[in-house]
């Protein structure tokens, strides 16, 4: 299975805040690679798919890079809506693994 | 409008066995490749199989810890997915999503599963 490795795991930030959480996969994924906000009690949201496209409707301050084994996701201008839980997960080989997740907390 | 809704959560006994259900509604359901997703009591996300859509067979893969337990399944004369949880463990404890995986990107609220004696 490949593994994802996101860090940091906790991130204590300021609103307007400039964040990146990455994220590593134990093997190339090219760029099979989607981030995730979670709120508490909510399913998660998808932000960004195949490591850099937003999603419909996505804040253009959240952003996504990286190829083969190594991605982070970029939050510029952090919003009070922002602080949330962030995952990531490889959708390049099943089991589509995810991350054990980000939690961005208001500093 | 895409509508996942998952049922047939609930407290079952270590060893026991549990069938989730997942109705769809709002897209093809039929070529739909469709995902289960669970999550521990706060803990991460956990991939837990995929089923592929009628065009390529309905074939299923499975995350290794449910593999040889769990089955998934649909009808498509339904527009349900189902997962069937057999010898059911403590750490089989979560909540229970059907997704509709990326890019098209939509979830159930869930369904809450306890393994409990």
């Known amino acids: 299975d490949i593994e994802m490795t996101q860090s940091p795991s906790s991130l204590s930030a300021s609103v307007g805040d400039k964040v990146t959480i990455t994220c590593r996969a134990s093997q190339d994924i090219t760029n099979y690679l989607n981030w995730y906000q979670q709120k508490p009690g909510k399913a998660p949201k998808l932000l960004i798919f195949v490591a850099s496209m937003l999603q419909s409707g996505v804040p253009s301050r959240f952003s996504g890079s990286g190829s083969e084994t190594e991605f982070s996701l970029t939050i510029n201008s952090l919003q009070p809506d922002d602080f949330a839980t962030y995952f990531c997960q490889q959708n390049y080989d099943t089991p589509y693994t995810f991350g054990q997740g980000t939690k961005l907390e208001i500093k | 409008e895409v509508q996942l809704v998952e049922s047939g959560g609930g407290l079952v006994k270590p060893g026991g066995s549990l069938r989730l259900s997942c109705a769809a509604s709002?897209?093809?359901?039929?070529?739909?490749?469709l995902t289960w997703v669970r999550q521990a009591p706060g803990k991460g996300l956990q991939w837990v199989g995929r089923?592929?859509?009628?065009?390529?067979?309905?074939?299923?893969d499975y995350a290794a810890p449910v593999k040889g337990r769990f089955t998934i399944s649909r009808d498509d004369s339904k527009s349900t997915l189902y997962l069937q949880m057999t010898s059911v463990t403590a750490d089989d404890t979560a909540i229970y999503y059907c997704?509709?995986?990326?890019?098209?990107?939509?979830w159930g609220p869930g369904t809450l599963v306890v393994v409990s004696s």
């Open positions: 089923i592929k859509g009628r065009d390529e067979g309905e074939t299923t």
């Open positions: 997704t509709l995986p990326a890019p098209a990107d939509f």
């Open positions: 709002g897209f093809s359901f039929d070529k739909a490749w």
